[in-house]
Every structure is written in structure tokens, then in C-alpha cells.
């Protein structure tokens, strides 16, 4: 008899212990799963799928049944929405409690924004069908396949009308993320610059133009800059070392015109964890060069105190020395 009343005693405990740690722990991943999949089949006929549902819990939101998800359209997956949803309430309330607006926003509200975005970028697709032949929108990147060679003027020309069009469809494209524009050509059929686009008034404008790092023989250019920099760091400033971070500008005249930029950090410098962290990164060299001919025109230490300098001031001491070595970039 009594083995039989601690029997009955330890499995009343333990189904307290698992009641109560089910509103911390929350619904299973299975469940929720199982909630997600019966809730787009009951009110979109399985049209839209989901990948990556992961457990979203946190200080936050303290609620151990919100999850993130990707949600995209079966058959067109362009059409998606990362969201975060309350799994265990999906069936019976699919608004979503996250969004900090005044305004309930339900599942629905974002599968028509992403509707409404796919939508508006076939249109701007379909506007340059004659000039662009692929144009493919991603999360960061818009990349425009040429698939000939341009001509310096044609493509300023036709990079300005497309970022007008954008603009056309400002609230309808506008992700919250900062585009940027992958120019693919015949001689570079992987990537040959990136223009990277800011947003300034509910509007993208053009940053300087960049090389990018899928340019036909970048490892070539990127050995031949190297060896250019070492040397002529060697005997005068045998302190710095390149580091991997660089930009790489290019001249919209003539789109063959280079800058690379080269940061260097200082040897001497070493942080052991013992008074106020430095900062290393303190140089900046400067190669001139030409893309197609892989000629090297000149290099320069810009400056050795960079460390010292606010990113908008490094930016104008840039651009102003690219732009006295005829380099245009905007």
C-alpha cells in the first residue's frame, strides 16, 4: 500500500512538474509545425509553404510559442515573408503580435505587401525587357545581366532611368534593406561592379561605384595589387601589413579606371588585453590601375592616422584624391 501511495504521490508531482513547465517551454516544434501547415491548407488551399521554423524565444517576447518562419508561395517562390508567428494561436487568431503599430497586422496583411512587391518588380523587369535581359531581385541585390559589353555612357544612362523607375515604386519595393546593383556583362559574365544605392528621403540614390569581387581575373588583379602594395611598404613603412579589408572604385568614364583602397594596420600596435584597446587599422594605400590592361599607374599612402578619422571624413579624404586622379564615381 504504500509503494502504491508514492506511486500515486510521484506521478501527481510529475504531472504538475510537466504543466507547469509547459508554459515555459511551450508547444512542440512538431505541433506547431502540424498548426502552420493546417492553417495555410485551410485558408490557402496549400498555395503557400514554409521552410525554417525555428523557435523565436527570447527576453523579448517571453512567449515560448512564437516562432520565426519563412512563408513563400509553392510555386512562384519569389513571393515570401519572414514573420514571426504564435503557432499555438494561429488557428483561431493569426494576427501578429510583434509589430510595434496601432494598426493589428494579420498573416494576410503581409502575403498581399509581398503579392504587391512581386507584382511591381516583374513590371520594372517587363519596362526593361529590350535593354536588360535578365534582371533577378534578391533580398540585398538587384542584379542586371547586360550579357553584351557596354559602353560607359550607355550604362550611366540606363542605370539612372532604372533607379528612377524604383523610385516610381518606392512603398511598394522598399524591403527595409539598402539595395545594391550587380552589373553582370558579356566580359564578365559573374559580376563586374556594384553600385551600391542609399536611401535619402524615401528614395535610393547612387553611391560610388565599386569592382566587384566576381570580375573576370580578380584574382590576378588582387595578386598584382598585393605585390605592388608590399613593395612599396617594405623599406619605408615595414610596420604595416595589409589587411583583408578593401574597396576597389571604378571610373564610370571610362569603366576600366581603378582605385583600390587598401587598409594597413600598424604591427606595433598590440592589444593584450591590458589598458585602453587601439585600434590597428591605421593606414590607408591607394593603387591606381587600369582593369583591362592590368597596368599600375601610381600607388600612395593616404594616410597613416585613419584610426583618428570619422568614417565621412575618411570618405571625403577618398574620394577627393580618386577624383584628382580623374576617377569619377558618382
Not at 527570447?58 to 515573408?81: G, Q
Not at 566576381?214 to 590576378?220: G, N, P, Q, R, S
Not at 605585390?227 to 578593401?246: E, G, R
Amino acid at each position: 500500500m504504500k509503494i502504491t501511495i508514492m506511486s500515486v504521490i510521484c506521478l501527481i508531482i510529475l504531472i504538475l512538474i510537466v504543466v507547469g513547465c509547459s508554459n515555459y517551454i511551450g508547444i512542440s516544434k512538431k505541433k506547431a509545425s502540424l498548426n502552420l501547415e493546417t492553417y495555410l491548407q485551410r485558408e490557402y488551399n496549400g498555395k503557400l509553404v514554409f521552410s525554417d521554423l525555428n523557435r523565436f524565444f527570447n527576453a523579448a517576447t517571453m512567449d515560448p510559442n512564437m516562432f520565426s518562419v519563412l512563408i513563400y508561395d509553392k510555386d512562384i517562390p519569389e513571393i515570401e515573408f519572414y514573420t514571426h508567428i504564435n503557432v499555438k494561436e494561429i488557428l483561431e487568431n493569426d494576427t501578429l503580435p510583434m509589430y510595434p503599430t496601432s494598426e493589428l497586422i494579420t498573416f494576410d496583411d503581409l502575403y498581399q505587401d509581398a503579392l504587391k512587391q512581386y507584382k511591381t518588380r516583374q513590371a520594372v523587369i517587363a519596362d526593361f525587357k529590350n535593354e536588360i535581359p535578365e534582371i533577378i531581385f534578391s533580398t540585398k541585390n538587384i542584379e542586371l545581366n547586360f550579357k553584351r559589353d557596354l559602353k560607359p555612357n550607355e550604362l550611366e544612362n540606363v542605370v539612372i532611368r532604372f533607379i528612377d523607375r524604383l523610385n516610381q515604386s518606392y512603398i511598394e519595393l522598399n524591403t527595409g534593406f539598402q539595395f545594391s546593383l550587380l552589373i553582370k556583362t558579356a566580359k564578365h559574365p559573374d559580376g563586374f561592379m556594384i553600385i551600391p544605392l542609399d536611401i535619402d528621403d524615401s528614395k535610393w540614390q547612387v553611391k560610388p561605384m565599386v569592382l566587384s569581387k566576381k570580375v573576370t581575373d580578380f584574382d590576378i588583379l588582387k595578386t598584382m595589387i598585393t605585390k605592388n602594395i608590399q613593395t612599396k611598404l617594405a623599406t619605408p613603412y615595414p610596420y604595416f601589413k595589409i589587411t583583408k579589408h578593401s574597396k576597389i572604385y571604378i571610373d564610370k568614364s571610362s569603366l576600366s579606371k581603378g582605385a583600390w583602397i587598401q587598409y594597413l594596420e600598424d604591427k606595433r600596435i598590440v592589444n593584450e588585453g591590458k589598458g585602453k584597446w587601439k585600434n590597428p587599422q591605421t593606414g590607408i594605400y591607394i593603387v591606381f590601375f587600369d582593369l583591362d590592361s592590368k597596368f599600375i599607374y601610381r600607388g600612395e599612402l593616404l594616410t597613416e592616422e585613419n584610426d583618428k578619422s570619422s568614417y565621412v571624413k575618411e570618405l571625403r579624404q577618398i574620394v577627393e584624391t580618386i577624383e584628382k586622379e580623374g576617377i569619377r564615381t558618382k
